[in-house]
């Protein structure tokens, strides 16, 4: 086995001697131990609601001197059929995002993030609940860095009309949001861990940039991984209990399949990416072929 | 015409895809245009498929799936495949014309009207006769030809059940209607309560001096290992006896003789005395198929009626060469019709081989493989043809399935059986022969030159055949309980 294969299971093997040692400690015990605590199990009521999904996909190629790139955002209903006007974008990457250090991946997701938030407050009227994959005070975190690429104004533009909306929900299953158990990793981890029915958190208030959010976890069903959930608004558990109700009917595996249809019908996969180049007569120049499907 | 669906994906001229909002079935017909023209296809395949259902691992995630599904109409995909049977101006005229270039993808597919299958299927001039009706179209009449069957051969290959023999003396009524001539080869004793008013119920006789001295050996059961019963047996039957008036005892003259020979060894007496007692037996038990002085087998059979020849009583060997026997008598008597010299038969027989296997098996040679596969190569010009039914076709001569012009297929689950189909006609599309296990018994694909268009056909029930059906034994035993048995007391029973 050539040498760095050999120390990179090692490397590996270390790494799990080091999680199952944490994995006995008192202070993880303690943490699955306060996940428990904190969750609430309920029995939710099926409660029909009008239900929409927001989520958007990009897609880019690199060729001599620029990039191509394409955006597509929709906001759905379960029975695919679209919300509010859908948004499609084909264009190249302002020359300048480059020289101030910032990576593509980045200039395209910040102007899918502000077609998601407009397609969200849109949606917000027509529907009792608007779903948004993602995190809205990760999202305001990051928000500086989009001053280097004179995107920042135009997104807090878009940001601005979600302050408040109650029946919009930023949802994620792979949150890192510590801030609940306070454990070495994400709290879900723990949650996941220590319960299995469905349930909920009671909603803990965050600030930032001025956007008061609740955040709380919710199970939609048995066995399933609980989600990160985000209200750019203060709620109750009360209120909690409504979304569970509402959700609980259309989870596929705990996830709300609205999202499942927004995110298959938004995305931009690479033979799609093929047919726009094409249609941008741009077939015969030579790219670097770096595609790369995000959604 | 009712638009069902739209073409997608790769077209080429001789094969569509297509996506649907409702369901279509395998056997419907379609229509779509092309450059060329209008196109009728015929529709081989079927998906249903939920796109979330597909990706399931687990029950609970599957009624999850359920009822998300339910709730999104893009979810659940309905795809077709169907392959170009023609140019509808051609096919109404009995051509076959493929166009030269597919549909332009998003094409309209329609669903072919009624009027227009009809003018297609149903043909009522002389050589046609009506076999069943369209499987998804009740109301239309499909209609074969017979001419074909007559001169280019037919295969009818199904499970068993499926409506083979059905099929065949559906066949055989028509032919009697037609005045024609049919020899139906019954091994199974099947065919003998045929209601035909030209039915003739014939059990075959054989000359023993037409025979060599194996084929005797065969007819009279001598086991093939025992060689040297057969050995004596060909010492004794020489040409005296093959002319002398009285063949069997002058074959059994020439048995004694060997045995009361001075010369003879004493394992040659033993031999001969047992051969004599074979002979007798076979006598004894079948004598009756034997005929010294049958001049030919064609004598029993008659022109312009459906003989059906009752092999049931005949181990495989001997129906073999039964069969051997006859078919050549036939086929050189429509070798001398056709010269213009003496014959039997002076209008085209078809043959009607039940169990073909048994008869032509790929593996090894029958008594009577030359002879059937001569009259597959050559029997069209002659005027002779055959009717090969069977059930296991991955076990038939290959060879001779492939001098097969149509096809009458249902109900194959072997995919060896599949295969084979699929390599003797190119009607038969790995597609369709997919389909081949779910048809129910009647409904068959009709394929080759007795029909303008291969077709899934439901075939007419031909009341006139009262055979294939399974014993009612509860039926019988309940009806011996009143026939006679004195009961036995309990007393009665201790006392024996
Ligand atoms: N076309 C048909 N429609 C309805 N029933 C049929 C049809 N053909 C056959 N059957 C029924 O199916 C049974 C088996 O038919 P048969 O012709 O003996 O099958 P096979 O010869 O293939 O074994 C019979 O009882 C017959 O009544
Ligand atoms: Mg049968």
């Not at chain 2, 309905?78 to 051509?95: T, W």
């Not at chain 2, 009740?138 to 074969?144: A, K, N, Q, Y």
Request: glycine residues 6%; charged residues 25%.
């Amino acid at each position: 086995m050539p040498m760095t294969l050999k120390q990179l299971f090692e490397r590996a093997n270390l790494l799990k001697q080091r999680l199952r040692e944490e994995e006995g400690s008192e202070r993880y015990q303690a943490w699955l131990k306060r996940a428990k605590n904190v969750w609430r199990p309920y029995q939710p009521k099926k409660v029909r609601k009008k239900i929409a999904a927001v989520d958007s996909g990009w897609n880019y190629r690199m060729y001599g001197g620029f990039y191509l790139y394409t955006i597509r955002a929709m906001a759905v209903a379960p029975s695919s059929e679209t919300v509010t006007e859908p948004v499609v974008e084909v264009d190249i990457i302002p020359m300048g995002v480059e020289d101030s250090g910032i990576r593509p991946e980045l200039y395209m997701q910040g102007v899918a993030e502000c077609y998601e938030h407009d397609l969200a407050s849109k949606a917000s009227k027509f529907s009792d609940i608007v779903l948004v994959d993602g995190s809205i005070l990760a999202r305001l975190n990051a928000m500086d860095i989009l001053k280097k690429v004179r995107l920042l104004k135009d997104y807090v533009v878009y940001m601005r009309p979600l302050k408040n909306a109650r029946n919009i929900l930023f949802i994620s299953k792979y949150s890192q949001d510590r801030r609940l158990i306070r454990g070495g990793v994400g709290d879900v981890y723990y949650i996941n861990r220590a319960t299995r029915d469905i349930g909920y958190t009671e909603p803990i208030i965050s600030e930032k940039e001025g956007v008061m959010t609740s955040v709380f976890y919710v199970r939609l069903s048995e066995n399933s991984d609980a989600m990160h959930v985000e209200v750019p608004a203060i709620v109750n558990s009360e209120y909690v209990k409504s979304v569970i109700d509402a959700l609980y009917g259309t989870a596929v595996k705990g996830y709300p399949y609205a999202l499942m249809v927004a995110h298959e019908m938004a995305s931009v996969p690479n033979d799609l990416m093929d047919m726009v180049v094409e249609a941008a007569g741009l077939a015969a120049l030579p790219t670097a072929r770096e595609v790369l499907e995000v959604g | 015409m009712v638009e069902i669906g739209i073409v997608v994906g790769e077209a080429r001229p001789e094969r569509i895809k297509f996506f649907t909002k409702e369901a279509v079935r395998v056997g419907e017909f379609v229509v779509t245009d092309t450059v060329d023209g209008r196109v009728l296809y015929l529709v081989e395949s079927s998906k249903l498929e939920s796109k979330l259902l597909s990706s399931v691992g687990d029950y609970i995630t599957a009624i999850e799936a359920k009822e998300a599904s339910k709730a999104n109409p893009r979810d659940v995909v309905r795809y077709c495949a169907a392959r170009a049977v023609g140019l509808i101006e051609g096919v109404l005229k009995g051509r076959r014309v493929y166009p030269t270039l597919p549909p332009e993808p998003g094409s309209a597919v329609f669903l072919a009207e009624d009027d227009l299958l009809r003018q297609i299927f149903h043909n009522d001039s002389r050589e046609w006769v009506e076999v069943g009706r369209l499987l998804r179209r009740d109301g239309v009449i499909v209609s074969i030809n017979l001419n074909k069957v007559a001169s280019r051969h037919l295969a009818i290959l199904a499970a068993t059940g499926k409506g083979k023999s059905n099929l065949l003396a559906l066949l055989a009524k028509e032919t009697a209607e037609k005045n024609g001539t049919m020899i139906i080869l019954d091994y199974h004793a099947e065919y003998c309560k045929l209601k035909i008013e030209k039915a003739r119920f014939v059990t075959p006789r054989i000359n023993p001096r037409h025979l060599d001295s194996e084929e005797l050996a065969d007819m009279l059961d001598i086991r093939s290992d025992a060689t040297r019963q057969r050995g004596i047996l060909g010492r004794a039957y020489n040409k005296n006896v093959a002319s002398s008036p009285n063949f069997w005892e002058a074959l059994k003259k020439n048995l004694e003789d060997i045995v009361e020979n001075e010369e003879t060894d004493f394992q040659a007496k033993v031999t001969a005395e047992r051969v004599l007692e074979i002979i007798d037996r076979g006598l004894a038990i079948k004598g009756n198929i034997f005929n010294t002085e049958t001049e030919s087998p064609l004598d029993i059979i008659e022109p312009n009626r459906i003989n059906v020849l009752d092999l049931s009583g005949f181990t495989e060997i001997q129906a073999q060469i039964i069969v051997a026997r006859y078919l050549t008598e036939i086929l050189n008597d429509r070798k001398n019709a056709t010269l213009g010299r003496r014959s039997r038969f002076k209008s085209p027989v078809v043959i009607a081989v039940e169990e073909a296997h048994t008869f032509i098996p790929y593996d090894r040679k029958s008594k009577c493989s030359d002879v059937l596969a001569r009259i597959a190569r050559e029997g069209r010009k002659f005027g002779v043809s055959l009717i090969l039914v069977s059930q296991r076709p991955c076990k038939l001569d290959a060879d001779v399935a492939s001098q097969m012009g149509s096809f009458a297929v249902s109900g194959l689950t072997h995919p060896k059986d599949q295969d084979f189909v699929m390599e003797v006609t190119d009607e038969v599309s790995t597609e369709l022969g997919a389909s081949l296990p779910s048809l129910n018994t009647g409904e068959m694909i009709l394929a080759g030159q007795w029909v303008t268009v291969p077709a899934l056909v439901k075939v007419d029930l031909i009341e006139e055949k009262v055979i294939g059906m399974d014993l009612n034994a509860i039926e019988m035993w309940a009806e011996d309980v009143n026939v006679g048995y004195r009961r036995i007391s309990t007393e009665e029973l201790i006392r024996l």
